[in-house]
Each structure stands twice: as C-alpha cells, then as structure tokens.
C-alpha cells in the first residue's frame, strides 16, 4: 500500500542550458554555458563553436508544446525548469528586459496550464550571462547581487499568477567545488583561493536572500526554495580519524542549506574557515538578507560518496561534480557511479531531523547509454528496465522516509526526456523517459519516443506509488 499522501507532487526536471537551444534567437544573450563545449571536463572556447551540443540542445525552445504534452501524458504534476537568465537580460546589464525571452515564458506557463501541470522554476540553473562573467568575475563580484535580484524581480513579477513555487540558485554548494559550473567564475579554480570561492558563495547566498525578500513582497503566496547538491559521506571504515573526516565533509554541504534555513552561518563555520584560512567579508546589509529565510528544502540526489582520511589505499570511484572511494556495498552504474537507494533516505532524515522544514527531491536520476531497437515500421523500441530498476529503488526509500515521519512533498527525476548533460555536456549520457534522436556528433531527428521507463513512471504516478516493486 502506498504511503505517499495524497497531493504528493510527482513530476520531471530539466535545465534551460541542457534542453531549449536557440542560443542565439529572439535577442537571447550568450551565458558561460555557450562557451562549455565540453562542460566541466574540458577547457572553455572563445566563443560558441559548432561540437557545443547545449547551442543546439534538443530544441525544447520551439518545441515546448510537443514535450509538455507527453510530461502531462506520464502525468506529471509538476514540472521543476529553470529561465534561461540571458533570455530576459542578454548581458546581464540592460535596463529594460527583453520582451521576446519573457513571452517565450509565458508560453510554457500557459502550455503548463492547459494541462494542470505545476512550475516550479529555478531561477540561476548554472548560466550566468557570460557578460557579467567576463566583465566581473561573475559572482566573485558583489554587483552580481543587484543584477540577480533585478532579474528576478522582473521574472518575479511577471508570473506571479502563473507561477508559486521557486528555487532562487541550481545546487549553490557547487559553486565552492567547480567555480565555472556554479559560479560562472571564468578564471581556472587552481588559481583562486578558497577566500575567493567562498566570497562568491556569500554574494550568491545573499542574492539568494535578497530575493526570496523581494519575492514575499511581489507576492505573500509564493512559496521559495533553496536547492544544493547532496550526497552523505559515509567513512569508509569505523576509524574515528574517517568518522570525523565524513563528518567534516557533510558539513560543507550542510553549510549552504544552514544558511537557508536559520538565516544564519553555521556553528562550524569558524573552525572550517580557520583550517582553509578563509576570510570573507559580511556587512550589516549582508545580514539582514540572509534573514530571510526559505519555505522548503530542495537537493539533486545521484550519489553517496565514501570518504577515509587516508585515501591512498583505496580506489576512486566517479560521480557527477564530486568524487568519492570505491565503496564495495553498492553497485555502479556505466559511468562507475555508485548506485545507493538507501543514501536518499538518508538524506531525507538528515536534512529533516536538523531542519524541520518540508522536502522536495529536486533532481534524481542515471545518466546511462540506451541501445534503441529498430522496429519494422521504423519506430524505435528502448528497453531501459536499468532505468526503471533505479527510478523504483530510490522512490521506494522516499516512500521510506514518509514512513519514519519526513516531511516529503514531492519528487521530480532528473532529465526526465533525454537532455545535453551538465557536467560533461553528451548527449549519449542519456537520463530521461523519453528518448530524442539526437547523437554524439549532433546529428539526428530529434525525434521524440517514449521509453519503457515512460509507462512505467506514468503507472507509479497514476497509482500514486501504489505500483512501486516493493
């Protein structure tokens, strides 16, 4: 019998930069992802180039009606996007907003309308106006907080009846880890200190502040959230010296949620700061925005990492940011990813016990490859039971966490249609339920087709969980 509660908000969840393309149109300025060909795992270009698949991504720009009418075909409740920020201020700078970027907007609020599907849009999912990157340093600079709190504002305004449910930053621990990819921070991480990677998260901690001021004056219903990348840090052996590195290394995540949730820095701040000798500079003004405080706690979950003070002993396992010990009770997946259901209930309890405020699983999901089979009148079949194996082991553990008495309020799989991913920017990394016919060297159709993993989450979702392999 299912335990999820009745109203429990099902969905997917996408990027602007990895699905929409049209890099270029309507007055859409470039933003640093425009300049990531290779995402994180290689060097940034001079400008777009041609072998960059997000320029292109699966072309949800002008094709947003099409796949928000198979989302409400799964049954989606909810469907967790970001806007794109250089699609309503092209350079980051401009006085007045681009009115194309804001009416492409309303357009998927009114398609998401038409068929009672609830936004819930992220604000800065990773794409800074390159602009702003190459002129400030992005968030090293403290003039990113105006020129965020600017766009919101506007985007704030102009959905206010469309939209209730916002998260102010995409996974803003990561800044402090891959200053490109949560920063936008242009200059190569090695060279900045950990001074600077935390002053760029404190901008953007107020910005995120700031914000969620503005927007319970823009209107008092909205509903804001902040949203970090989490992962528990199990110690690989019962070595007190792994117990307390783990708990060290939680603690940096822990941090950013803190922030959101109490308004304040952590007790533990003063000991990290210390060890890294990290000095930041907090004003007064600083203070009084970051007293405002989120409605809900949302986090991506792909993977726990296991940890020892001592590494060298052990093998290195992957993820997608961070990397973690080869931990030999879970499985992993192609890209040698551990595989650890139970790391998600974990997570729930955690932030639960210390936060008491409502969950939502943001992101979730598998890159994995997907080998389609031709069919006889040219359609294709994708047999991904690997996908639906993990969808239905890690939803099993929220139903758990429902259970020990977690606040969850829903769930949204990541890449929930096949999508350029973020880290390494591939597109044969495929996360969705539907398949889109676009392949390594860019080519393809772009064709959609659902995947056995769609009937499936359109059962769990129609049966409210009840059809979960238990």
Sequence with gaps: MSQFPKGFLWGGATAANQLEGAYNEDGKGLSVQDIMPKGVMGKVSDGPVEENLKLKGIDFYHRYEEDIKLFAEMGFKVYRMSIAWTRIFPTGEETEPNEAGLAFYDKVFDTCKKYGIMPLVTLSHYEPPLNLSEKYGAWLDRRMIDFFAKYAEVVMNRYKNKVTHWITFNEINVTVFSPLLGGGILTPKEELTMSQKYQAAHHQLVASGLVTKLARKINPAFKIGCMVASQPRYAMTCNPDDILYAMEQQQETTFFVHVHATGKYPYYTKRLFNEENIEIEITQEDREHLSHTVDYITFSYYNSRT??????????????????????YVQYSDWNYPIDPQGLRYMLNFYYERYQLPLFVAENGMGSYDTPIKNEDGSLTINDDYRIDFFNDHILQIEKAIEDGVDVFGYTAWGCIDLVSAASAQIDKRYGMIYVDRQPDGSGTLKRTRKKSFFWYKELIESNG???KR
Excluded: E, F, H
Aim: net charge positive; glycine share 8%.
């Design 307 to 328: 940890m020892a003070k001592d590494p060298s002993p052990y093998q290195t396992a992957a993820g997608n940011i961070y990397r973690g010990l080869k931990n030999p």
């Design 466 to 468: 009840a059809s979960l």
